[in-house]
């Protein structure tokens, strides 16, 4: 997604990690700033909160029941920042998957590791999708391509190319699946989204202005990009029919990185507002937001509502705290809480 930089403070011990594990504080949701014109009334109930850092389900009253940090890897080593998480979803059973610089890996609700998939070198993975056929997709940006691998053993079924420009950090950021059996997929050195069949073929380019970062089909069939530019939805053709930039948030918030998003009812999409690097004090105070397609912000994550249950970043340049949020991914009941 873009560099980063790592402090002391963000290498937790593992007694830490237990006791994180074990206890969880609660967390209000409301308004960030009295300049939005959001309701305070959330639109997410229960969710899993994904930040490079580790995951966190988050309940509906915005307390803490469950979270899972991984161990700095100590094998491989080629930098710092190799465990750090870019992606990741609940999956049913109270599994989760998530996807670092390094590896894609699922756990249980117990913290155990139950499979996962590693590249090697200076090779990035970045992206995890979990497949209606019970497989897993992930990127390899050594080998320039998305692999299908068998979920439990993570052996590669199918390889589907996706030549890009680059390094390995900035070849690739985001994917996600069509309903088509499609792949949309950030080609951050070119700053374009593409959608590739299976068979390797690209069949749309999705241009944009500035860091890709985050993707979603929608329902209806438009495509929405985020990225340092706000977002941009392109419909099926590939023409942009609809932009929430920088400028239109000014007023309310500063859009520093839109990441992940989350389609919710009437068109109204859930973004998260990732703080890499931010430059001013409390420039961060969003750390999500509900628009809806009139261009009206109905509901904010304060930076506030993680309280002292996340453990977040102290960025060095600045000395500020970021809590680089990817995602948030709604969840639906039926996944068990242990109070």
Not at 13 to 35: D, F, M, V, Y
Not at 98 to 116: I, K, Q
Not at 238 to 260: C, L, M, N, Q, S
Request: glycine share 8%; hydrophobic share 35%; charged share 20%.
């Amino acid at each position: 997604m873009m560099t980063k930089t790592r402090s002391g403070f963000s290498r937790i011990r593992p007694a830490l990690i237990l006791l994180g594990l074990l206890i969880c504080q609660t967390c209000p949701l409301g308004l960030a700033s009295e300049n939005t014109s959001a309701t305070t009334e959330s639109p997410l109930g229960r969710y899993l909160l994904v930040a490079s850092e580790g995951l966190y389900v988050v309940e509906s009253d915005g307390s803490c029941s469950w979270s899972y940090h991984p161990e700095p890897y100590k094998g491989q080593g080629w930098v710092e920042y190799d465990d750090l998480i870019y992606d990741g979803c609940a999956l049913p059973d109270d599994r989760f998957l998530f996807a670092t610089h390094r590896y894609v890996r699922e756990v249980d609700r117990d913290g155990r590791t139950l499979w996962e998939y590693r590249v090697k070198g200076s090779a990035e993975v970045k992206a995890c999708v979990p497949l209606p056929n019970g497989r897993v997709a992930v990127q390899n940006s050594e080998e320039q391509a998305i692999l299908e691998l068998e979920r439990g053993t993570g052996k590669m079924m199918h390889r589907i190319p996706v030549p890009a420009q680059g390094t390995n950090h900035t070849r690739y950021n985001s994917m996600r699946l069509t309903p088509e059996g499609h792949y949309l997929i950030a080609l951050r050195a070119e700053q374009r989204f593409v959608e590739i069949t299976r068979e390797g073929k690209e069949i749309r380019s999705f241009p944009v202005d500035g860091l890709p970062c985050g993707v979603l089909r929608l329902t209806g069939g438009d495509t929405v990009c985020t990225g340092d530019f706000g977002l941009v939805r392109f419909n099926a053709a590939g023409e942009k029919v609809w932009t929430y930039t920088r400028d239109d948030a000014a007023p309310h918030f500063p859009i520093i990185y839109a990441t992940g998003i989350h389609e919710l009812a009437n068109e109204a999409l859930l973004v998260s507002n990732s703080d890499w690097h931010y430059q001013e004090q409390d420039q961060n105070h969003v750390q999500a937001f509900v628009v809806n397609i009139d261009k009206n912000i109905t509901w904010t994550l304060p930076a506030t509502a993680f309280g002292t249950w996340k453990t977040s970043e102290t960025e060095k340049a600045t000395g500020f705290v970021e809590h680089r949020i990817c995602l948030i991914q709604p969840m639906l009941q039926s996944t068990s809480k242990n109070d």
